[in-house]
């Protein structure tokens, strides 16, 4: 995977964003990432959010149908704190440039 690439863990899927960080470089799988730490229960988006291989010093929203995921510079190590929060939105009124609900599905990690 690309230096600087995103993953974490939330509703049962890992999500893996590749720079440049666009719709298509939006990923989920079942399989856990290589390097990506395994985390289930409360808060697992909070707590592994990881940018793989490097720091991603970037912010951008993801769309999720009734919540956002606002991702602001994860670092190498899983969890950081603010690195990942979410906002209500009931109505889906906001559109934001990366939909999670659209990512692409991987059967095996390691074709990306």
């Keep these: 995977m690309p230096k600087g690439t ?31 730490i395994k985390v289930k229960g ?7 959010i990881q940018a793989l291989g490097g720091q991603a010093n970037v912010t951008f929203g993801a769309d999720r149908g009734i919540m956002d995921a606002i991702i602001d510079r994860p670092s190498r190590r899983p969890g950081k704190a603010g690195a990942i929060r979410f906002k209500r939105d009931p109505k889906q009124r ?11 599905k991987l059967a095996r990690v390691g074709r990306i």
């Design 6 to 36: 995103i993953v974490f863990f939330w509703r049962n899927l890992y999500y893996i964003i590749k720079p440049p960080y666009q719709q298509e470089d939006v990923f989920k799988t079942t399989e856990t990432p290589r390097g990506a």
């Design 94 to 104: 906001t559109t934001l440039r990366i939909n999670l609900k659209k990512a692409r």
């Design 42 to 48: 409360p808060k697992s988006a909070a707590r592994t």
